[in-house]
């Protein structure tokens, strides 16, 4: 699983699952859509590293949250 995705401000919107399933997401340009799931919008975030967080409860009843870094770039250089 990377820890660290990449993205340029102009990227489309990336829909974000987990699993177990049921949990909720947070951080800088996470929204929830209108068919209920969550989305990560680079265009809302704006350029810079973010943390996103999926924090959902256990069967066994526990809490835990699973952290990922987002960054964000005005583009991405091409080297030929």
Same mark, same amino acid.
């Given at each position: 699983? *990377?820890?660290?995705?990449?993205? +340029? !401000?102009?990227? $489309?919107?990336? /829909?974000?699952? !987990?699993?177990? +399933?049921? #949990?909720?997401?947070? %951080? $800088? #340009?996470?929204? &929830?859509? %209108?068919? #209920?799931?969550?989305?990560?919008?680079?265009?809302? !975030? %704006?350029? #810079?590293?973010? *943390? $996103?967080?999926?924090?959902? +409860?256990? !069967?066994?009843?526990?809490? @835990? @949250? &699973? *952290?990922?870094?987002?960054?964000?770039?005005?583009? &991405? *250089? /091409?080297?030929?």
């Amino acid at each position: 699983q *990377p820890t660290q995705f990449n993205y +340029t !401000a102009t990227d $489309v919107a990336v /829909v974000l699952r !987990a699993s177990p +399933t049921g #949990g909720v997401f947070s %951080g $800088v #340009g996470v929204s &929830i859509r %209108g068919d #209920g799931e969550y989305q990560f919008d680079p265009a809302q !975030a %704006g350029v #810079g590293s973010f *943390p $996103v967080s999926y924090t959902v +409860t256990l !069967a066994n009843g526990c809490s @835990t @949250t &699973i *952290p990922r870094n987002f960054s964000l770039t005005t583009f &991405i *250089p /091409v080297f030929q």
